[in-house]
Structures are given as C-alpha cells and as structure tokens.
C-alpha cells in the first residue's frame, strides 16, 4: 500500500516569486509519482510524471519536480509564479507491482496555491 | 473530441432520493474510477473497474454502487445509504496502455442533497 503527505494545506505567494510545493511518499514497493492541477470546479489535468530514469522531471506551464529516492519526497517548484497558477495541487502515487496495484492511485490532501499580485 | 463525459454538472436532490451521476469515455480505456472530493481530505476511491462486467470497491464505497455493461461508460448510482452525499464526484480513466497509473480526469459533477 501507498501514502501520500503534502506538507502544506496552503501555499500563499507574490507573484514572480519561486515557489515548493512538497510531498512525501511512503511505499513498499517501487513507485511512480504524479503532480496533478485542479482549477476551481474543473477536473485534475496532469502537470508532470515520474517513471523512471532522470530524478528531475519537467512540467507543463514551467512546473518542474524532483524526485529523491532516500528522502521519498517529490517536490514541485517554479522558479516564478503567475496569477494563473493559482489553484489546487495534487502529489499521487502508484505502485510498479503487478496485479491491479498500477491501477489504483493514492493521492495526497492537496495544496492549495494562491498567486497574489 | 476524445475525452471523458460527466453529466449532470450540478446537481440537487433532496434527502433519501437516489442519484445516477453519469461518466462516458471515447478513449478506449480499459479502467474506469470514481473519486469522491471534500474539502481538506483531497481524493478519496470510491469504485473502479478494470474491465467491462467486473468491478471493485475503493476505500469509500458504502451507500454507492456501479455497473460497467460497456466499455465506455460506467456510471455512479449514490443511494440513500450515503450518510453525507454533497460533494464533488470525479470520474476518471486510464488503461492498459497507462499501465503506470496515469489518470485521465473528466471535468467532475457536483451534488448538494437538501
């Protein structure tokens, strides 16, 4: 079985200013890692994926994350935030494994991000 | 346009009263899910089906119930049962082809029970 902790209900900013979302994994196997985007009343858009390979993967709309295995985090940053991102983010999580497990996403509470002018 | 349905996009019914929400997919994907949304407790399973005729419960599937007669469509009946119904309902899809667990979301339908 999977978890997933987003540290942070709620991420304030200015905009042009960087931001870290973080989020913490826990798993006892393998894992592939998600950030998705929820706008108000809409559904989840995926920002970016973790498969394999390369720790540090990039994004839609300038979000990048790195993944750290020792520390079993997948943080989302961007250098300079908009207005438009304003919004709630997701961190989920599957397993590798076989039978059904690849099939069941754990999803952390979410970060809600407020941009402010 | 390929893409995930899900009709109605709000919804009122009064207490006791069951529900249908609909969620029809042109993706051709093989797995079907319903997630449940509050405020604060992010997305929570309620059902999914991996193929048509077969389905399993999620962490939350009391008061709910499914069926999944064809490929493309797989539709959430909340009953009476429900002890708090009102919330934000999200179907979404993936496959064999997602085999890594990717999602792909419809745009969500939001229930208030009166």
């Known amino acids: 079985a999977q978890s997933v902790t987003q540290l942070d209900s709620q991420v304030p900013v200015f905009e042009e200013a960087p931001v870290e979302l973080r989020c913490n994994y826990s798993?006892?196997?393998?894992?592939?890692l998600f950030w998705y985007v929820q706008y108000p009343n809409q559904g989840l858009q995926l920002l970016l994926k973790?498969?394999?390979?390369?720790?540090l993967v990039k994004g839609i709309n300038g979000f990048e994350a790195e993944f750290n295995k020792s520390q079993t985090s997948f943080h989302l940053r961007k250098p300079s935030v908009h207005i438009s991102d304003t919004a709630e983010y997701f961190c989920?999580?599957?397993?590798?494994?076989?039978?059904?497990?690849?099939?069941?996403?754990?999803f952390g509470k979410g970060t809600l991000l407020t941009v402010n002018p | 346009d390929g893409g995930i349905t899900q009709s109605p996009k709000y919804l009122f019914r009064k207490e006791g009263q069951n529900v249908t929400l609909s969620c029809e997919q042109n993706?051709?994907?093989?797995?079907m899910y319903w997630y449940r949304q509050d405020p604060g407790q992010g997305l929570r399973l309620i059902y999914y089906?991996?193929?048509?005729?077969?389905?399993q419960k999620g962490d939350i599937a009391e008061g709910y119930s499914v069926s999944r007669e064809k490929k493309e469509s797989f539709p959430l009946t909340v009953t009476s049962a429900q002890k708090n119904p009102t919330a934000f309902y999200l179907c979404?899809?993936?496959?064999?082809?997602?085999?890594?667990?990717?999602?792909?979301f419809g745009e969500g339908s939001r229930l208030t029970v009166l």
């Open positions: 989920a999580v599957s397993g590798r494994g076989g039978g059904g497990s690849n099939y069941k996403l754990t």
């Open positions: 979404a899809t993936g496959g064999w082809s997602h085999p890594t667990g990717e999602l792909f």
């Open positions: 089906s991996q193929i048509v005729n077969d389905f």
């Open positions: 993706l051709n994907h093989d797995a």
């Open positions: 973790y498969l394999s390979g390369s720790t």
């Open positions: 798993s006892s196997v393998s894992v592939y």
